[in-house]
């Protein structure tokens, strides 16, 4: 796993995925983190995921659809998934893909291990 770019966090409460994306990612960095992060899921897909986007100003459609797919196979496992810590401009570019219609998307990651 690109380790500048992804820390995960195991726990009781849930597993804790930070994510920390440049503006811009090329497409094998791209590929790589994406498998990864998939990888990372399987069968754990029953569990309670949060991706932390604190450290993410910016998400371009790939990313967005990585997260997409991230959804997918945790539901289909009958897990959780959360999202905390979307700065404004973050959450403007989920707003206008509708994508917050998908996703939990909660203030902190407080407030999602809360959940």
Known sequence: MPTDLVNFKPGAEGNVIELHLPETLDSADFDKLNESLLKLLEG??????IIDLAAVSYMGSAMLGMLVNM????????????????????????KTCCM?????IV???RAALEM
């Open 107 to 109: 203030k902190d990651r």
């Open 44 to 49: 754990r897909g029953k569990q309670k995921w």
């Open 100 to 104: 917050e219609r998908l996703f939990t």
């Open 71 to 94: 959804r997918q196979q945790v539901k289909a496992g009958g897990g959780t998934l959360l999202l905390c810590g979307l700065s404004k401009p973050l959450l403007n570019i989920f």
